[in-house]
């Protein structure tokens, strides 16, 4: 193939396929405290359905949703002394499997066994464990403690989620490396941007200001800069760092968990220090107001991810971030263990260069600046003659 075939060659977009496994790791399905009212909770994931309760020994609970003794659905139950009960023929089922009781039988089946999925609590979130292979977590898989929760400092978690279909978890991890979609899409201004992938963490640091030529800037000036510092622990749980403006201190989870293989629920929680002056009325509805442009941020990206096809092989430039490495470090979760190979777990890091983007972003601004100035001026009411 000569130069000219390359040039005139038309670039095909490969589709791929979503995957028909789930990712290995933990998944955060929700905070903790909306599971303790004593009643069961249907939360569809994974193909399937799963019911979470609280145990009679304060613990959180979660099994498959569907009774094995005749399909029972264990969600439409009731809690009965700690134990999960089928609404079809009552029988209770404990958290760690085993069918307890049958109130109208005089033994039960040695062989009343149903799936029971490993839990853990931790930053005031529930997690389940999810492995295809059937195995358990390792020590370094764990999701860690996020510094100042439940202190006097933070304010509570100001939670909300939403049922993204039509699109693979995949989406949304891709953000990770996508630097140039934070201005066109976000209307915020990369000023520094790096990834560091090792192991099963994914790190994305940025720096940002908001868009000259948007409210943001308007609402929050030009000396706006925020730092960002964005970690996947794991193959679906974010945990964001900001230093915003005037030193406040904000993190962001950002997290999800899969209902099909085209389909996922994003959550999102944001939490806001409290500085000395602040009451704590004032500290939660800053959170509000965070959480708020959180999801207008996630709606910005839910509008793209609804009309874009999926693409295996992106044409990139030079100036656009690691996201075959990226995805490459994200396809340790969707192999067996035994196949997870060296470039996927070890240490990479890449700094995109900002210095063109800026120059030409910063000439953009300027120009919708000047149009929207002589917009302004030509709206403007011709004064009255005296």
Request: glycine share 8%.
């Amino acid at each position: 193939m000569t130069e000219t075939d390359i040039v005139d060659e038309v670039r095909q977009i490969d589709v791929g396929s979503n995957p028909q496994r789930f990712a290995r790791g933990w998944h955060c399905i929700g905070l903790a405290e909306n599971f303790r009212d004593g009643t069961p909770h249907e939360v569809s994931a994974f193909g399937g359905k799963l019911v979470v309760w609280q145990g009679s020994d304060g613990e959180l609970k979660a099994l498959d949703a569907y009774c094995r003794h005749m399909g029972g659905d264990l969600s439409r139950g009731t809690v009965k002394d700690g134990r999960i009960a089928c609404p079809f023929h009552d029988w209770r089922w404990g958290g760690d499997g085993k069918c307890k009781e049958i109130p109208y039988a005089r033994r039960v089946p040695l062989r009343a066994r149903t799936r029971a999925w490993k839990t853990m609590e931790r930053n005031g979130q529930l997690f389940v464990w999810h492995d295809p292979e059937g195995g358990a977590p390792t020590d370094a898989e764990e999701i860690p403690e996020i510094a100042g929760y439940g202190t006097d400092r933070w304010t509570g978690w100001n939670w909300a989620s939403v049922l993204i279909e039509g699109s693979p978890a995949r989406e949304v991890v891709d953000n990770v490396v996508d630097m140039a979609h934070f201005f066109y899409v976000h209307l915020n201004q990369p000023l520094h941007f790096r990834n560091v992938f090792e192991d099963h963490i994914a790190t994305q640091e940025m720096s940002f200001k908001p868009r000259a030529d948007t409210d943001g800037y308007v609402n929050f000036g030009e000396e706006s800069v925020t730092q960002s510092t964005a970690s996947y622990f794991g193959p679906s749980y974010m945990i964001n760092r900001l230093m915003a403006q005037g030193g406040l201190e904000v993190v962001l989870i950002n997290c999800h968990y899969p209902v099909a293989p085209d389909s996922f629920m994003l959550q999102y929680g944001v939490m806001v220090s409290k500085t000395p002056e602040m009451t704590d009325e004032e500290a939660e509805a800053l959170a509000e107001q965070f959480g708020q442009g959180t999801m207008e941020t996630f709606e910005q990206d839910i509008k793209i991810w609804n009309t874009k096809s999926r693409i295996d092989n992106p044409l990139l430039c030079e100036d656009d971030g690691p996201v075959y490495q990226l995805r490459r470090w994200y396809e340790q979760f969707y192999v067996d263990r035994a196949d997870i190979t060296e470039d996927m777990v070890r240490r990479f890091e890449f700094d995109v260069d900002v210095t063109r983007a800026n120059e030409y972003w910063d000439a953009e601004v300027a120009r919708n600046l000047e149009r929207l100035g002589a917009a302004d001026d030509d709206a403007a009411p011709t004064p009255a003659r005296t």
